[in-house]
């Protein structure tokens, strides 16, 4: 069954650096999604991405966060000087079209900023 | 606006016994999914089941089952003869047909002791 792959696993990064979260979504799907969970807590929305731009965003994606699909597999999270709460698991998401809910999500990427 | 509350934060058995997760959602669109993740200690989210508002069926899936009603927008989960293997954090998550995103509830961790 096709699956939503995220690189790395775990990221250890100092505070104020940059860094990029991978996914690769499922090949024929079309809306992309990024949600977070602080250690503990719920899963929350990040961000949609449809057609090569952001669809929605949560008050959560300010602009230290950015999304990108740089080539046909790929779309990444990208955190541009990173905060200690920004310390979570970020999950990724995939869906075919509206009304067919991104209901699988990649492993995610333990996120650890020190 | 949309939301989804797990009142149980946490909840321990025995092994054998029978479990129910509560989920209570609240939304004012006639046409959305819910569903129910199981989060194992090593982080994943796992798909258990999706349902959607047309169809109040309830179903069951070997030891787990579930009980949609639109009348108390309600949709919970009961494990039959739990396992310690059950032991997770389970979500209740809600999503609308035209925007895809997840709301999730807070979770209810479950201990099942042997």
């Known amino acids: 069954e096709p699956e939503v792959t995220q690189t790395p696993s775990h990221q250890v990064t100092q505070m104020g650096q940059e860094v990029i979260l991978r996914c690769v979504p499922i090949?024929?799907?079309?809306?992309f999604y990024w949600y977070r969970q602080i250690l503990g807590q719920k899963v929350e929305f990040l961000v949609s991405?449809?057609?090569?731009?952001?669809?929605?965003k949560s008050e959560i994606f300010d602009d230290q966060f950015s999304v990108e699909r740089p080539d046909g597999s790929n779309f990444t999270l990208k955190i541009r000087s990173t905060k200690l709460e920004d310390s979570a698991m970020y999950f990724c998401?995939?869906?075919?079209?509206?009304?067919?809910?991104?209901?699988?999500f990649g492993p995610g990427t333990r996120l650890l900023v020190l | 606006a949309q939301k989804v509350t797990q009142a149980q934060t946490e909840i321990s058995v025995v092994e054998k016994e029978d479990v129910t997760l509560d989920c209570v959602y609240e939304t004012r669109d006639t046409t959305y999914y819910l569903f129910w993740y199981k989060q194992p200690p090593s982080g994943e989210l796992v798909f258990l089941i999706r349902?959607?508002?047309?169809?109040?069926q309830n179903e069951i899936s070997g030891r787990y089952s579930w009980n949609f009603q639109k009348s108390t927008s309600s949709f919970n989960f009961t494990i039959t003869a739990s396992q310690v293997v059950d032991s997770a954090v389970y979500f209740c998550?809600?999503?609308?047909?035209?925007?895809?995103?997840?709301?999730f509830g807070s979770g209810t961790k479950l201990n099942v002791k042997p």
């Open positions: 349902r959607n508002s047309f169809d109040e």
């Open positions: 998550a809600l999503s609308l047909y035209n925007f895809n995103k997840f709301y």
């Open positions: 991405f449809y057609n090569n731009e952001i669809s929605e």
């Open positions: 998401a995939s869906s075919e079209a509206l009304g067919y809910p991104a209901q699988y």
């Open positions: 090949s024929n799907h079309l809306y």
